[in-house]
């Protein structure tokens, strides 16, 4: 999810931890769990300093990898109680047992949250790399966010105790997300008798949007090719046939860190090659991400006629920023 719905989940895990007699009766262990639980909520985020270094490749190499992983998902809460503990007065074991239960919560709604979504995690690591993305929630769902931030202002205002308010929100979310993974299951099955250019050996994906009524559609076809389209409403649209370049350049641009960490992410990547009186720029682009038809989760490497390096980038970018980059001087930025 997006860093403002962890963030208003953060406050929601504390709000809900009034359910716990101990947090209850103790104002200071309840500041403590709060704090504890916004930390735990942001915590595997913490990659993203990745980004100071200025290398997009690093971060997209990373990003909601280790730090999303299971031991990550005991090692999180446990830092989280040492620093948060003391900070509090807390030294006893059973003060801390309470902020470190808490935290792990929060961690780990973090952690299975984020499952849910398109860019999905690497949360079985260390048994498995493979990216774990389950595309039944967007990044960013508009219920999630505003059912937290209105249960929060109730709970601030004292209108309603946190206790039942937080219990019946949870309630909620548990439904809406059982309720989204029913659709999504049912959309992906119905989605073969919708299309009908189906061909034996499709696979399809089927990604939602922010609204619930709209998804992005990919088909794999068995030459590796896609077809990307929508489903609104029920209907079924295909705009675009995706397919691998087969130039020398491509193969070549392999070989880049840049290229390389964009192809460890996605397994649903296309590239494109446009010659040059200079050379070749090759553009790769993950089908699933898709904005006003185009592809802005990119990578794009310019290269001279011996296929020599002279300029790349990865990262979200429009189509025409990136021809603005590239257009004129294909010199390393």
Same mark, same amino acid.
């Given at each position: ?28 262990? $309840? ?17 993203? $300093? ?9 971060? !997209? ?38 902020? $470190?239960?808490?935290?792990? !919560?929060?961690? $780990? &709604?973090? &952690? ?23 595309? !039944? ?36 979310? &548990? ?105 070749? !720029? ?52």
């Amino acid at each position: 999810m997006d860093t403002a719905t962890h963030f208003v989940m953060g406050l929601g895990l504390a709000g809900l931890s009034s359910v716990d007699p101990a947090v209850a009766s103790e104002p200071r262990l $309840a500041a403590a769990v709060l704090v504890a639980t916004v930390l735990a909520s942001q915590a595997p985020d913490a990659d993203t $300093a990745l980004r100071l270094k200025k290398n997009n490749a690093l971060y !997209i190499r990373n990003h909601r990898g280790i730090t999303h992983s299971l031991p990550f998902l005991l090692l999180w809460p446990l830092l989280i109680t040492v620093v948060i503990g003391p900070l509090f007065g807390f030294f006893g074991l059973d003060p801390l047992s309470h902020i $470190a239960l808490w935290s792990f !919560i929060g961690v $780990a &709604v973090h &952690v299975f949250s984020d499952l849910f979504n398109t860019y999905g995690t690497q949360a079985a690591r260390p048994f498995t790399e493979k990216w774990i993305a389950w595309n !039944i929630i967007h990044i960013f769902d508009p219920f999630i966010f505003a059912s937290h931030a209105a249960a929060i202002i109730l709970w601030i205002t004292g209108l309603v105790p946190p206790a039942p308010l937080f219990i019946a929100l949870y309630a909620g979310i &548990v439904a809406y997300y059982v309720w989204r993974t029913l659709v999504h299951a049912r959309v992906t099955r119905n989605i073969r008798q919708r299309d009908v250019h189906h061909e034996n050996g499709d696979r399809y994906q089927v990604i939602p949007t922010i609204s619930p009524s709209r998804w992005n559609v990919v088909k794999c076809k068995p030459d590796g090719s896609y077809n990307i389209g929508f489903l609104t409403n029920g209907r079924l649209e295909w705009f675009k046939h995706a397919v691998c370049s087969a130039h020398p350049a491509v193969e070549h641009s392999k070989a880049h860190p840049d290229i390389q960490a964009f192809l460890y992410f996605t397994s649903y990547a296309v590239a494109e090659v446009e010659e040059l009186p200079s050379g070749y !720029i090759v553009r790769w682009g993950d089908v699933r991400y898709l904005h006003r038809k185009q592809f802005p989760f990119v990578a794009v490497l310019a290269m001279d006629h011996t296929f020599h390096p002279l300029g790349s980038y990865v990262g979200w970018l429009s189509s025409e920023k990136l021809d603005e980059r590239f257009a004129v001087d294909p010199s390393p930025q």
